[in-house]
């Protein structure tokens, strides 16, 4: 069964860069049955695809954050990352890890973060 | 992109009973849409694909149904475990998009 873990740091200043980091274990992100990407969830409010990565290297991406964001992978030590530059205190949110297979099948428990000076 | 749809945004219920959530999409779909399930500190679950299809360990108390642009999500015998947030999400065309919600309480 695939796990998800995402990490990083917990609070960004505004106008710095977002870095998270997924650990993915009981599957290969090699694989090429699925994407991986990150999905996220500012407080109170709705779902966002942030966008995904197939093990090719073919990204794709939100429309909305596309001039912001990088998505990668290290199939060496089977993880996937996140990268949101220029942020602002509207990029505060849970951002979640997952595997796309038919939709979104396997999500990590998420983590928060915080855009504040 | 594609706007989804979901009503109610929330619905009280009790125990034992049968609840129905429908996801309209803003244009033909055909059957690629999700049901995931939200509970606060627990990681999402996704609980259907392809409109019906239950994923694996999933309780065959949950029901989805659909095609095209209308959806639904059908939850029997309603347990303590069920109260929790359910969104819709389309898998038809990036970017994948999600409903507003359902929240499901305990009445």
């Known amino acids: 069964q695939v796990q998800l873990q995402e990490s990083g740091p917990g609070l960004v200043k505004p106008s710095e860069t977002l870095s998270l980091t997924c650990t993915v274990s009981?599957?290969?992100?090699?694989?090429?049955?699925?994407?991986w990407g990150w999905i996220r969830q500012p407080a109170g409010e709705g779902l966002e695809w942030i966008g995904r990565?197939?093990?090719?290297?073919?990204?794709h991406y939100n429309p909305s954050l596309k001039s912001r964001v990088t998505i990668s992978a290290d199939k060496s030590k089977n993880k996937l990352s996140l990268q949101l530059i220029s942020v602002t205190a509207a990029d505060t949110a849970v951002y979640y890890c997952t595997r796309e297979n038919h939709g979104s099948d396997s999500w990590g428990q998420g983590t928060l973060v915080t855009v504040s000076s | 992109d594609i706007q989804m749809t979901q009503s109610p945004s929330s619905l009280s219920a009790s125990v034992g009973d049968r609840v129905t959530i429908t996801c309209r999409a803003s244009q033909d779909i055909s059957s690629y849409l999700a049901w995931i399930q939200m509970k606060p500190g627990k990681a999402p679950k996704s609980l259907i694909y392809s409109a019906s299809s239950l994923q694996t360990g999933v309780p065959s108390k949950f029901s989805g149904s659909g095609s095209g642009t209308e959806f639904t999500l059908t939850i029997n015998s309603l347990q303590p475990e069920d109260f929790a947030t359910y969104y819709c999400q389309q898998y038809n065309s990036y970017p994948l998009t999600f409903g507003g919600g359902t929240k499901v309480e305990i009445k």
């Open positions: 990565i197939y093990t090719n290297g073919i990204t």
């Open positions: 009981g599957d290969s992100i090699s694989s090429s049955t699925y994407y």
